[in-house]
């Protein structure tokens, strides 16, 4: 009987994070008559099930995982694009920007105006491949082994060249972003490196395709009230936006794809 009643549980708890976006340990624990003690235990369950993530007080939906960068460049590359030309335009000329890894930062660096004058790192091989062809941009490779899921260099080496830049603006990846939870990405070594870039930056600026809304990934990055400025897709909630304006991050709406 205790089998069934722990099934049952987990997929009530499934199907309120398939509509809510969220779930809360408390609420949960009044609503099925246990302890949340008992609540909190099917959340560990079912996180290391694969079948949520684990935050402060509950858990959300687990963040879209779509493959290597390869893989990932080709999915939403219209929606991906839209983001990249509200992004571009975030960029003003003289600074010195730090394009993370990721398919939509990808699409940023394509979306660049071609005369716009800036210095640019990345550890991505393929987004330098990209901006090396813009005539008016100072590229600086960030090395070491190149990790094919991300398409970037992560490690100590990889670290150690970042030590050397300041950017005025970091283009972060994400895999996951939550109001409470923040910006999350699913690999140690990929966070870690994330968060040195951004700790080394001025500013911060995440490009996010709607499904990476509300969900997160296991290892956390930055807060939202760090993250300067959110670009986000057409069809964002705008009382979803407001809460996190709210929390200091700057929202910028990308224009409807056909």
Do not use: W
């Not at 246990?34 to 959340?43: A, H, P, Y």
């Not at 991906?80 to 335009?89: D, T």
């Not at 994400?174 to 490196?193: N, P, Q, S």
Request: hydrophobic residues 45%.
């Amino acid at each position: 009987m205790h089998d069934f009643l722990l099934r049952e549980r987990q997929g009530v708890i499934s199907e309120r994070l398939r509509l809510n976006g969220r779930v809360l340990a408390a609420e949960l624990a009044l609503e099925f008559g246990v302890s949340e003690d008992t609540v909190r235990r099917d959340l560990r369950e079912m996180a290391a099930a694969g079948l949520c993530e684990r935050v402060y007080g509950g858990a959300l939906p687990v963040a879209p995982a779509h493959g290597s960068l390869t893989q990932r460049i080709g999915l939403a590359a219209e929606r991906k694009q839209a983001l990249a030309r509200a992004a571009a335009k975030q960029i003003t000329a003289g600074l010195t920007v730090f394009f993370d890894a990721g398919s939509t930062n990808l699409a940023i660096a394509n979306a660049l105006p071609a005369e716009l004058e800036l210095t640019a790192a990345t550890n991505a091989p393929a987004i330098a491949a990209v901006l090396i062809d813009k005539p008016a941009v100072n590229v600086i490779l960030i090395g070491g082994m190149v990790d094919r899921q991300t398409g970037g260099a992560l490690g100590a080496k990889a670290l150690r060249d970042m030590e050397q830049i300041s950017p005025d603006l970091c283009i972060l990846g994400a895999c996951g972003v939550d109001l409470e939870a923040g910006i999350t990405a699913f690999g140690f070594e990929d966070a870690e490196f994330k968060r040195f870039a951004t700790s080394k930056s001025r500013r911060v600026l995440v490009a996010v395709t709607s499904e990476k809304f509300g969900t997160a990934a296991p290892h956390s990055i930055l807060p939202m009230a760090h993250c300067e400025c959110l670009v986000v897709e057409h069809d964002a909630d705008p009382a979803v936006l407001a809460a996190y304006r709210a929390r200091g991050c700057r929202t910028v709406t990308a224009e409807q794809t056909n």
